[in-house]
């Protein structure tokens, strides 16, 4: 496993991280407790020490999952989760702040992660979704000090909304935000216009998300695939999408070759080609998972010639839902 600083925080982050959404047991079937644990487990065998949840994760239930596992290890992981909207609204529409992270509410969500995850301090606290009209308020400002001089905090970051990479460049300037969260793969590649070059110029830490879109980016999805009703993947995936996104991975592979040899190789080492990523976070709920995943923290980054030639494959989905 390679370690990548995340940001001006000085933590040394596994580059491949654990992203602990599908082990919630809401909005992903076809899971199981024991096998997440047994991924999970193996994924710190091999090396990974940072661990992505959030409170709205199965109400809790991924929280409490990551929490079992480390009071049964010894090594240092580091842990990052997220405080809910309170009004529900994913992603963030331009209402008052204290409709969404009023202070004593982020207080509150806090001291609820803290005891799901049985630790006394929360290494990374994000704010689970964003809007840059609150980036001057002082209300989140006060609440995440508070937390922070009473060391139930370490750092702050932001989860940015959905395909939105640049809402959220004023709260970075304001000083008070250590890391940012935000989909990053070869069909989403928008932060490298203007997120990235604002993280690398404030030494933000970067957790890139969604590197396999959604599964899209793997291969999985066919266009006669069909989700549970209840599966998130299911309204991703909706309409016409999975035909789309189909064409295009079929004109994907014709780029497997020596630099990856499979799609999600090639997804996953693209997203950790950018020098701003700190860590990637995909999904790993199964050992195959694991193992495939952190085969690519090796230290290989795609060529440039690579890089350009993906370019031609990103995909602005902002006004096709």
């Given at each position: 496993?390679?370690?990548?600083?995340?940001?001006?925080?000085g933590?040394?982050?596994?580059?491949?991280?654990?992203?602990?959404?599908?082990?919630?047991?809401?909005?992903?079937?076809?899971?199981?407790?024991?096998?997440?644990?047994?991924?999970?487990?193996?994924?710190?065998?091999l090396?990974?020490?940072?661990?992505?949840?959030?409170?709205?994760?199965?109400?809790?239930?991924?929280?409490?999952?990551?929490?079992?596992?480390?009071?049964?290890?010894?090594?240092r992981?580091?842990?990052a989760?997220?405080?809910?909207?309170?009004?529900?609204?994913?992603?963030?529409?331009a209402?008052?702040?204290?409709?969404?992270?009023p202070?004593?509410?982020?207080?509150?969500?806090?001291?609820?992660?803290?005891?799901?995850?049985?630790?006394?301090?929360?290494?990374?606290?994000?704010?689970?979704?964003?809007?840059?009209?609150?980036?001057?308020?002082?209300?989140?400002?006060?609440?995440?000090?508070?937390?922070?001089?009473?060391?139930?905090?370490?750092?702050?970051?932001?989860?940015?909304?959905?395909?939105?990479?640049?809402n959220v460049?004023?709260?970075?300037?304001?000083?008070?935000?250590d890391?940012?969260?935000?989909?990053?793969?070869?069909?989403?590649?928008?932060?490298?216009?203007?997120?990235?070059?604002?993280?690398?110029?404030?030494?933000?830490?970067?957790?890139?998300?969604?590197?396999?879109?959604?599964?899209?980016?793997?291969?999985?999805i066919?266009?006669?695939?069909?989700?549970?009703?209840?599966?998130f993947?299911?309204?991703?995936?909706?309409?016409?999408?999975k035909?789309?996104?189909?064409?295009?991975?079929?004109?994907?592979?014709?780029?497997?070759?020596?630099e990856?040899?499979?799609?999600?190789?090639?997804?996953?080492?693209?997203?950790?080609?950018?020098?701003?990523?700190?860590?990637?976070?995909?999904?790993?709920?199964?050992?195959?998972?694991?193992?495939?995943?952190?085969?690519?923290?090796?230290g290989?980054?795609?060529?440039?010639?690579?890089?350009?030639?993906?370019?031609?494959?990103?995909?602005?989905?902002?006004?096709?839902?």
């Amino acid at each position: 496993m390679n370690y990548r600083t995340l940001g001006r925080t000085g933590i040394h982050v596994s580059e491949v991280g654990y992203g602990a959404w599908g082990i919630g047991g809401v909005q992903w079937t076809g899971g199981d407790d024991d096998e997440a644990k047994r991924a999970l487990n193996l994924a710190i065998d091999l090396g990974l020490n940072f661990i992505d949840t959030a409170l709205a994760y199965g109400r809790g239930h991924s929280e409490r999952l990551v929490g079992e596992v480390l009071r049964a290890r010894k090594e240092r992981i580091f842990v990052a989760t997220k405080i809910p909207p309170m009004n529900q609204q994913w992603p963030a529409q331009a209402v008052p702040l204290h409709e969404v992270f009023p202070a004593e509410y982020i207080i509150e969500c806090t001291e609820r992660s803290l005891r799901n995850l049985n630790v006394e301090k929360i290494d990374l606290q994000q704010f689970h979704v964003w809007h840059d009209n609150w980036a001057e308020r002082t209300e989140w400002i006060e609440a995440i000090s508070t937390l922070r001089q009473q060391g139930k905090v370490g750092h702050v970051g932001i989860s940015i909304n959905d395909y939105q990479p640049a809402n959220v460049i004023k709260a970075l300037r304001t000083g008070h935000i250590d890391a940012v969260q935000v989909i990053y793969n070869i069909f989403e590649q928008a932060p490298n216009d203007e997120l990235y070059p604002v993280c690398q110029e404030l030494n933000i830490g970067v957790l890139a998300r969604v590197p396999f879109d959604e599964g899209g980016l793997t291969g999985a999805i066919k266009p006669d695939t069909v989700f549970p009703e209840d599966d998130f993947r299911s309204w991703f995936f909706r309409g016409n999408r999975k035909q789309k996104v189909f064409d295009r991975v079929e004109k994907l592979k014709t780029m497997l070759g020596p630099e990856a040899a499979t799609l999600p190789e090639l997804a996953l080492r693209y997203t950790l080609s950018h020098d701003a990523v700190s860590t990637v976070i995909p999904g790993m709920r199964t050992i195959k998972h694991v193992e495939s995943n952190i085969a690519c923290s090796d230290g290989r980054k795609l060529t440039p010639e690579l890089l350009e030639t993906l370019k031609a494959f990103a995909w602005d989905r902002t006004g096709d839902w």
